[in-house]
């Protein structure tokens, strides 16, 4: 139905920044909301920032001032542009997407989930 691809993770100091990008695909109607929850070892998962079909935002306060979502609703893709980036934003970061989709001869809403991608920050 619906294939979630996250890229853009990796390693980086301290201080950098990192853009994550989720690209979805499928029998897609519409997108009404696109957002990116991390997991770090050991804690819950959590919202960092979403995004609707309008362009309100929502960001976590740990992440404000520093992180920005975005979407190019014509590709139903997303991003996380991650700026000044600390040892405690490491985690699985991944991308959730609540679209209508096309099911046999009718629609369904749903949400739907990447696999995940690993961002680590060293210090």
């Known amino acids: 139905q619906v294939q979630l691809v996250e890229s853009g993770g990796g390693l980086v100091q301290a201080g950098g920044s990192l853009r994550l990008s989720c690209a979805a695909s499928g029998s897609i109607l519409s997108i009404s909301a696109m957002s990116w929850y991390r997991q770090a070892p050991g804690k819950q998962r959590e919202l960092v920032a979403a995004?609707?079909?309008?362009?309100?935002?929502n960001y976590a306060d740990s992440v404000k001032g520093r992180f920005s979502i975005s979407r190019e609703n014509a590709k139903n893709t997303g991003y996380l542009q991650m700026n000044s980036l600390k040892p405690d934003d490491t985690a699985v970061y991944s991308c959730?997407?609540?679209?209508?989709?096309?099911?046999?001869?009718?629609?369904?809403?749903?949400?739907?989930w990447g696999q995940g991608t690993q961002v680590t920050v060293s210090s």
């Open positions: 995004i609707t079909s309008g362009g309100s935002t």
């Open positions: 959730n997407v609540r679209a209508v989709v096309y099911v046999g001869p009718t629609y369904r809403a749903g949400d739907y």
